[in-house]
């Protein structure tokens, strides 16, 4: 399909609307919209904040350099029924601080800074090396920790945004230089492309995808992915460096009130009798990890493991009598609500709280209702399912 454009003279009734919305007489864009039945907001207003959000971000750029403030007042150069458009910078730098908007700006505890600037020559024509070039300016920042979840810094707007032009056209993006992962929620770049790139970076004239050649992605490769291992092992440090929840209260009150609970039998394996013989081998009150008796784990017991960010967020394992559950460090509820929260000390004890006890009673209720074969095939899937869905919520 051909884009094809009309042009003709305008007529009075062109002429009167342009008169009424045109920002500058010489030229511009003046978009109308009308008939407008068949848009899924349900209010007005929510696709005027959806705009909003929308063009502060794609059009951040021009609001910087050609708003203005008059006796303190930010007067931005993109307006919605005369309300101002704020900028959305993704970077979340210091410099666009005063044209953001307010109620966003009080939740930044702490701006990003830039860690590199740069420009990268890039040959015209990838078979002609030596032969013209143009820059591209690659601009690259980490947001900082504080905040994360108040200002939805995740998965889902981590990575590279492309702007032409000074227009942002493509926004988080990885250009097949990583996978998404929580690691990098908090890694943020922009890669400037001037126009005279477009063949190279396979642009068209709808400016919405790009295509890199093979030299092109190795170039790009090599200025970033240093800094997005940086980015990772960073991560991983903080996350090495954590406090390990404390499971054994849990574990204590479940044994406390066992004789109150509806609880499977036990089941013996080879795991469960070891755990007996050590128990009779080293008297009546054996010590195990952290202090805590090992009759108190006679029921219970809670553990974490790294596993996929996919996979469940939970585990539940039945060792004879006990029935013991894995949490996964990886899935993003862990992650935003346990390793990573900034929530005051109760609520997070409060939620760790509701956590290990709904994960406990669920387990024990499927144990108890279900045969082993009915338990593997569709229970393992329900749970699945509950974390994929609680996956797509939080990212």
Not at 79 to 86: A, D, G, P, S
Request: proline share 4%; glycine share 4%; net charge neutral.
């Amino acid at each position: 399909m051909d884009f094809v454009s009309a042009i003709a003279e305008a007529s009075p009734a062109d002429t009167e609307v342009w008169e009424e919305y045109c920002v500058s007489s010489n030229h511009g864009t003046v978009v109308i919209l009308d008939e407008c039945d068949q848009i899924s907001y349900a209010r007005p207003t929510d696709l005027i904040n959806r705009l909003k959000k929308h063009l502060g971000q794609t059009f951040r750029l021009f609001i910087a350099a050609r708003s203005s403030f008059s006796n303190g007042a930010f007067k931005s150069f993109i307006t919605i029924n005369e309300e101002n458009v704020y900028l959305v910078d993704p970077l979340m730098l210091d410099e666009y601080k005063d044209m953001i908007f307010p109620r966003t700006r009080e939740k930044i505890l702490e701006f990003s800074a830039v860690l590199e600037d740069f420009s990268i020559q890039v040959p015209l024509k990838a078979d002609a090396p030596d032969a013209d070039f143009d820059n591209v300016r690659v601009r690259i920042a980490v947001l900082p920790e504080a905040g994360a979840i108040d200002l939805g810094i995740n998965v889902s707007n981590q990575g590279i945004y492309v702007v032409r032009n000074q227009r942002e056209i493509i926004e988080a993006a990885t250009l097949g230089m990583f996978s998404r992962a929580q690691d990098l929620n908090r890694f943020r770049a922009e890669l400037y492309i001037p126009a005279s790139l477009d063949k190279r970076f396979g642009l068209d004239w709808r400016k919405n995808s790009l295509i890199l050649d093979h030299d092109l992605e190795r170039i790009l490769k090599e200025k970033l992915m240093g800094h997005i291992r940086s980015v990772r092992k960073a991560y991983n440090q903080r996350r090495a460096a954590r406090t390990i929840v404390e499971h054994s209260s849990f574990e204590k009150l479940i044994a406390q009130k066992q004789s109150l609970l509806s609880l499977p039998k036990g089941r013996r394996s080879q795991s469960a009798a070891s755990d007996s013989a050590a128990f009779k081998s080293k008297g009546d009150n054996p010590i195990v990890r952290g202090g805590v008796p090992q009759k108190v784990r006679d029921r219970a017991e809670f553990a974490e493991a790294r596993m996929s960010a996919a996979g469940p967020l939970w585990e539940p394992e039945m060792k004879g009598a006990r029935i013991v559950i894995t949490f996964s460090t990886d899935h993003p509820f862990w992650v935003r609500y346990v390793l990573e929260s900034d929530r005051s000390q109760a609520v997070q004890s409060s939620t760790l709280e509701l956590l290990h006890l709904m994960s406990y009673c669920l387990a024990a209720a499927e144990m108890k209702t279900f045969d082993q074969d009915e338990y593997l095939e569709r229970l393992i899937n329900m749970r699945q399912q509950l974390s994929n869905n609680m996956r797509v919520l939080l990212t």
